[in-house]
Structures are given as structure tokens and as C-alpha cells.
């Protein structure tokens, strides 16, 4: 009996067995792959929840060098360890921290702009000092920076080429500069917040992937957020399915819920008798997440305590602890995360002494509801 047909049919079919058992692995591979680029920010659906401090310098001074040399004295005495002791007794998994927004000046150095505008970083390197600390507790560290310089003066501007009408150069300047930040604070940052991501800023026309490549020049499972007003204005969508996490950029609370009404301009916002903020002919809007995701994007909200990001429409505004942890467990329910802003001096790096208590409260109060240590 001749059985080399037999052979070949067996061998053949054997061939297109183990190609197809080949070709779903690299599947598997693959949708693992984008499932782990989907969840970089895991993290923050597990921990308990974040801060965030704006620690910005507008140095005095009558010529660049002095304000070089005012700015680098405050930067010195920031006092890390009682930063620290204050973060650590709030019991938050996460830090977001500026290293510099609207005035100019970054608080550690940048090999991009300390070549194109020497003078505007700090000597000290306090954001990688402060990385480094909140790591060795076993906490993530979230670096926060504009993604705009539209505010800043015109030196910045020309630096970073920041220049009208194109500005062809700004988009590869800046993320230059990110990526050299990206890379001297290397894994340990955790994440990033960049601040206004607009759509009079961008025009729909920057390629987020390529912001996204700068930032995690050195940690590339750093977690990314960007953002366009958020639900301050509205907007419950991220700005890029590419980012990780929401910005989740919050104007007031009301009642544990988020307002979502956009709250400008401030001629037509008023406080009624019991203090509470309204638009001129129109309801409030509120809301509150309903699932983990928005579009594959992490759930997330910063929500400013003792502080406002709508000053001076909005004072600073402060909770009582029962409506604060109300909203963070509501939040939690559907593994979505929160950040709260907090004020912070800049005279010494220290948050106030009641806020400081009142997310010690909100942590240890949180750490019995869930038994966590």
C-alpha cells in the first residue's frame, strides 16, 4: 500500500494546524500587549485615591540674574521631609506635583532649556528628589506640566518657538523639553497631567502619539493624561483615546456630585442665600461616573480642595469630611479614581496645616471602611 499521499495530507494539515495555533499566539500577544497599553494606569482604579499640589514661583527681581538667584533660594528651601511626612500621613497612592506652569520657571533642571533660556530652572532637582521619596514608600509619582506656553513671557515664547502665526518649531522644541524631563526623572515617573490641551490651542491638529513617545522616553509604562477643561466645561470625553487616564479636571462639588455645568464667564455666576453657585437662567448639572472606562480611558477626577481652579469666579472651597469621602467612595464604586488638589506655600513647601488634617482624616477614615492598612 503506498501511504506518502497519507504522509503529505498529515504533514499538510499538521503545517496549517501549527500556523494557525502560531498566527492566534501572536493574537494573544497582541491584545495582550494592547490591554497592558490600555491599563497603564491599573494603578490608580487599585489605590486609594491621589494629590496634587501647584507649587508655581514667580520670583521678584529687577533684572533676569535676580530673579534667577530669588527663584533658586525658594526652590532651596522647599522642606521635602515635612512634604513628605504630610503625604505619607495622607495615606494617597499618588502624587501629582508641577514642576512649573504659567510663570517661567521650572523647579529642576531641563538640559533643553537650560541651553535655549538658562536662568528658568531651578539648580536644585526638586522634582526628582520629591519622584524618588514618594517611591521609596511604595507610592506613584505623576509629573504635571503645561502643554501650551500661550501665557508666559515673550523670552519663553521665542525659546520655545512659541511664535505667531505657525509656530512650526513649538511642537518639536517643546517636546523636547519634555523628553529630557521625561528621561532624567526616568522610572520614577509614574505618569504625567499636561495642562492645557485646547481646541483653540491645538486646532485638532497635534499628533498626540508623538506626545505621548516624549513623555515616555524614560519609562514607557509612564501613564498619560491631557487636558481641554474637562468636566469643568463639560466634557466627560478625553481629549486622545491614546491617553491613559481623564484629566478629570473639576470646577465645585455639590452635594457629593460633580458640577458640569460650565461655570464662565463670571458676570453671569452668583451664589444664592445658602451659598451655593448658579448660573444666571439656567439648572445646575451634575455628574458622576457610571463605569471605570470612558472610551478605554481610565475614569479619573482632580477635584480642588481649600483651592479653586476658576479663581476668583470660584473661591477656594472647602468640603466637610463627610461629603469628600462620600464622593470618593461613590467614585470607587465603579473603580474610577480621584485626585484632590491642595494648596501648598510656596515659602516652604508645606501644605496647610487643616487641609493637611482633613485628607489625614480622609485616608485613615478610608483605610477602616475598606480594611486596608
Not at 502560531?22 to 482604579?45: F, I, L, P, S
Request: charged fraction near 20%.
Amino acid at each position: 500500500m503506498n501511504t506518502f499521499p497519507n504522509q503529505c495530507w498529515f504533514l499538510r494539515n499538521a503545517f496549517i494546524v501549527a500556523l494557525l495555533l502560531t498566527v492566534a499566539g501572536a493574537a494573544t500577544v497582541r491584545a495582550e500587549d494592547a490591554a497592558t497599553a490600555k491599563h497603564r494606569a491599573a494603578w490608580m482604579a487599585d489605590g486609594s485615591y491621589g494629590v496634587m499640589t501647584h507649587y508655581l514661583i514667580s520670583p521678584a527681581g529687577d533684572t533676569p540674574e535676580a530673579k534667577t538667584a530669588a527663584f533658586n533660594k525658594t526652590v532651596d528651601a522647599f522642606d521635602l521631609d515635612f512634604f513628605m511626612k504630610q503625604f505619607e500621613d495622607s495615606r494617597a497612592d499618588w502624587l501629582i506635583f508641577t514642576i512649573g506652569q504659567n510663570t517661567g520657571y521650572y523647579c529642576s533642571p531641563n538640559a533643553f532649556l537650560d541651553r535655549a533660556l538658562p536662568g528658568h530652572t531651578a539648580k536644585r532637582n526638586l522634582a526628582l528628589e520629591i519622584a524618588e521619596r514618594v517611591h521609596k514608600l511604595g507610592k506613584h509619582f505623576i509629573a504635571y506640566l503645561p502643554a501650551e506656553v500661550a501665557a508666559q513671557t515673550q523670552e519663553v515664547h521665542q525659546a520655545f518657538g512659541w511664535v505667531e502665526p505657525e509656530r512650526r518649531e513649538y511642537l518639536g522644541r517643546y517636546q523636547q523639553f519634555v523628553r529630557d524631563y521625561a528621561t532624567a526623572l526616568g522610572k520614577n515617573c509614574d505618569g504625567w497631567w499636561f495642562d492645557g490641551c485646547y481646541d483653540g490651542i491645538h486646532k485638532g491638529q497635534w499628533d498626540w502619539k508623538t506626545w505621548c513617545d516624549a513623555a515616555r522616553a524614560g519609562n514607557p509604562e509612564a501613564a498619560i493624561a491631557f487636558n481641554d477643561g474637562s468636566f469643568c466645561v463639560g466634557r466627560e470625553k478625553p481629549v486622545s483615546p491614546l491617553q491613559d487616564y481623564h484629566a478629570g479636571e473639576v470646577h465645585l462639588l455639590e452635594n457629593s456630585q460633580i458640577r458640569f455645568d460650565f461655570m464662565g464667564p463670571a458676570k453671569d455666576v452668583y451664589q444664592t442665600d445658602k451659598g451655593l453657585f448658579r448660573l444666571r437662567g439656567k439648572e445646575p448639572v451634575y455628574y458622576m461616573p457610571k463605569s471605570q472606562f470612558v472610551e478605554g480611558v481610565q475614569w479619573h477626577a482632580l477635584v480642588p480642595i481649600d483651592s479653586s481652579f476658576m479663581a476668583p469666579t470660584i473661591p477656594d472651597q472647602h468640603y466637610e469630611d463627610g461629603a469628600l469621602l462620600k464622593f470618593l467612595q461613590d467614585c470607587k464604586k465603579v473603580r474610577g479614581a480621584v485626585t484632590f488638589n491642595l494648596p501648598i506655600d510656596t515659602a516652604n513647601g508645606h501644605i496647610p496645616a487643616a487641609t493637611a488634617a482633613q485628607v489625614k482624616r480622609l485616608g485613615e477614615t478610608l483605610a477602616i471602611k475598606t480594611g486596608k492598612p
